[in-house]
């Protein structure tokens, strides 16, 4: 019976600090008839790992035990783990669980005392963490689940609930979740000025504001939360709060991206991407290390200036995070300059920084945007076979944002190589989902209902869309999307006979690659 509060694994040297009267001769005599009998079944006997023979049977073993008895049992267990596997990564989750059982087993039996506080801040401060290494990581499920389960153990005014309930609301509204978020931020606004801490309350509103415009972008919302979060900015740099800062720029740079002000979103990336380096917020760097390539790639700086960006920004900030935004941007410099062989080593150079460091999340982010290039430069295969290998790790990781940009740019690689059927069924899950509205992510939906609609042979709809992802795009300084609608609106007005002004636009865009230095993309 004891063995069952393990679980249905269990490790037989645990078995003494649930029993310590038990004789090893006789644990070792009753696993043996255990297994005899069809119960147990050993997975390394000569490490003490066995398992029940079936989940019910571990279940009837728990269940055969005292609640009291159990709660203690769990306890005893969480001190031995938390001895035991001092130095296994997972060991604060562990611990955590086992005395979040115990503190759930106390207040079934009607016990809410001095030790349920212990129990409960303990668990709480274990599962953060957990969840703060997740969240460091980019794994925004693993992440949401444990710092969710801290904020529902920690006291509602705690410092350590304040400070991570911002990492909580970024991780429940990049897995789907926004209105949550909403909700958790309003009250942990309130919380923190109940607790006195001005400092809390500011980074709780700073992912609000994010998080609405985020639901529900408006041009006058988005206006209204950049002045009041470029604000709240200028109140950490002043008070020299680091990570309140990298915060702040983080969602300063997703609000000028939605509005495709690309130039200023480069701006705050690169102030993020400083200042998370600097507070040691691995999440807030890579989030922002990924952003400085997508920026300076779909942003109006020319291919031929990427490599002198990396040398003077991010070169010089050391480490695996900067150093893999630098490397991307001289491997894509080289291919906008048609020069593949630069192009392949570069890149090489890039997925080595990448791989050896653990960087899955920022790898995947960075590779989207290499795609997008891949694409626009004539080899939508590779960009096919990027964007999937992306999309895998993005889908395990919960990243929603991503995902919706990723999708789009794989609709249009499928459409490149001449796949019409595929492309139509991608079309349409794609048009069925609800949008993100973020103008690059507008833009991309245009244009792939607009091919979709050409190759349905409703070529005046078509058009319809291509030129309201045109008027998008005329809106931002979105350079290569503005030459997307433009070539896939020269597209549709050839496919209706329109010859004459089909060229006209074609030349505009191959102007606006030519101002961007995408030579490859003119060549094409």
């Known amino acids: 019976e004891r063995a069952s509060v393990q679980g249905r694994r269990f490790r037989v040297p645990a078995l003494f600090a649930l029993a310590p009267e038990a004789d090893p001769v006789e644990v070792e005599d009753a696993m043996a008839s255990l297994d005899r009998r069809g119960l147990v079944q050993p997975e390394d006997e000569g490490g003490g790992r066995w398992r029940f023979a079936h989940a019910l049977i571990a279940e009837a073993a728990y269940r055969g035990l005292p609640k009291e008895l159990r709660a203690d049992l769990h306890e005893r267990l969480a001190e031995w783990i938390a001895r035991v596997d001092a130095e296994q990564p997972d060991v604060d989750e562990s611990v955590a669980r086992h005395l979040e059982r115990a503190l759930h087993l106390r207040e079934e039996l009607g016990r809410r005392d001095t030790r349920s506080d212990e129990l409960a801040t303990r668990a709480g401060e274990l599962y953060a963490n957990a969840g703060a290494r997740a969240f460091a990581a980019l794994d925004l499920i693993t992440s949401r689940d444990l710092i969710e389960r801290a904020s529902a153990l920690l006291a509602a005014g705690s410092s350590r609930r304040l400070e991570i309930v911002p990492q909580l609301a970024v991780a429940l509204t990049e897995t789907g979740r926004p209105e949550e978020s909403d909700v958790l931020l309003e009250h ?87 200042h998370g380096l600097a507070a040691g917020r691995p999440r807030e760097a890579a989030q922002a290390a990924a952003d400085v390539v997508n920026t300076t790639v779909f ?46 080593e570069h890149e090489r150079r890039w997925r080595q920084v990448v791989d050896r460091n653990g960087l899955t999340w920022l790898g995947a982010a960075q590779a989207l945007v290499i795609a997008n290039a891949e694409l626009s430069a004539g080899d939508a295969e590779a960009a096919e076979r990027r964007l999937h290998e992306a999309r895998d790790v993005l889908s395990a990781l919960g990243d929603i944002w991503w995902i919706q940009t990723l999708d789009g740019s794989l609709c249009m690689a499928v459409a490149a190589q001449d796949r019409p059927r595929e492309f139509l069924r991608m079309a349409d899950a794609l048009e069925a989902t609800a949008p993100i509205a973020d103008r690059q992510i507008l833009i991309r939906r245009n244009l792939v209902r607009a091919r979709a609609l050409q190759a349905r042979g409703s070529a005046a709809d078509a058009e319809v869309a291509a030129r309201r992802a045109l008027e998008l795009a005329e809106a931002t300084d979105l350079t290569l999307d503005h030459a997307d609608a433009l070539l896939t609106l020269a597209d549709v007005l050839g496919a209706r006979g329109l010859g004459a002004d089909a ?11 030519g101002a961007k230095g995408h030579r490859a993309a003119v060549a094409r």
């Open 188 to 274: 942990a606004v309130a919380q923190a000025r109940i607790a006195g801490s001005e400092r809390d309350a500011l980074r709780a509103t700073v992912q609000l504001q994010a998080n609405r415009v985020y639901r529900s972008p408006t041009d006058a919302g988005v206006t209204s939360a950049v002045a009041e979060l470029e604000t709240a900015a200028a109140t950490f740099e002043a008070s020299g709060d680091e990570v309140g800062l990298a915060e702040a720029a983080i969602a300063l740079e997703y609000l000028e991206f939605v509005r495709g002000r690309i130039a200023r979103s480069y701006e705050w990336s690169l102030l993020a991407l400083r």
């Open 299 to 344: 942003g109006p700086l020319p291919f031929d200036r990427f490599a002198d960006r990396a040398e003077a920004s991010l070169f010089p900030l050391d480490g695996p995070i900067s150093a893999s935004a630098g490397l991307a941007l001289v491997a894509l410099g080289a291919l906008g300059a048609d020069d593949e062989t630069a192009y392949r």
């Open 503 to 513: 060229a006209d636009v074609r030349s505009e865009a191959l102007a606006q690659l």
